[in-house]
């Protein structure tokens, strides 16, 4: 199991920035895929940024130039810094882990296996 807590959620005007952070424990940290996955009501999980083990990075086209997807070794923490919210971006948003390099495969959110329990952003316009 690799336990995964995400923190920093919240609301926000749109045009404003929010940070995200997931611990991960139970695992060696580096060795870890990680990705940051979003639901919105009605819709599907939808990949937004992912990080590899190697730092290799994928953005979803919806929130590059927006979204920073970043890792702590130090502090077996993944970060998602969001500037330039829209209203769009609101959702329930997930992070995830799994034990394999991922590659080309980061968003894809069948390729995971570990789920924290979320944390919602709302944006208002």
């Known amino acids: 199991q690799v336990p995964l807590v995400e923190s920093g959620g919240g609301s926000v005007q749109a045009g404003g920035s929010l940070r995200l952070s997931c611990a991960a424990s139970?695992?060696?940290?580096?060795?870890?895929?990680m990705a940051w996955f979003r639901q919105a009501p009605g819709k599907e999980r939808e990949g937004v940024a992912a990080?590899?083990?190697?730092?290799?990075?994928r953005y979803a086209d919806s929130v590059k130039g927006r979204f920073t997807i970043s890792r702590g070794n130090a502090k077996n923490t993944l970060y998602l810094q969001m500037n330039s919210l829209k209203a769009e971006d609101t959702a329930m948003y997930y992070c995830?882990?799994?034990?394999?390099?991922?590659?080309?495969?980061?968003?894809?959110?069948?390729?995971?296996?570990?789920w924290g329990q979320g944390t919602q952003v709302t944006v208002s316009s």
């Open positions: 990080i590899d083990t190697d730092g290799y990075t």
């Open positions: 995830a882990a799994d034990r394999r390099r991922l590659q080309w495969l980061l968003l894809n959110r069948d390729e995971y296996n570990y």
């Open positions: 139970g695992y060696t940290y580096s060795r870890l895929s």
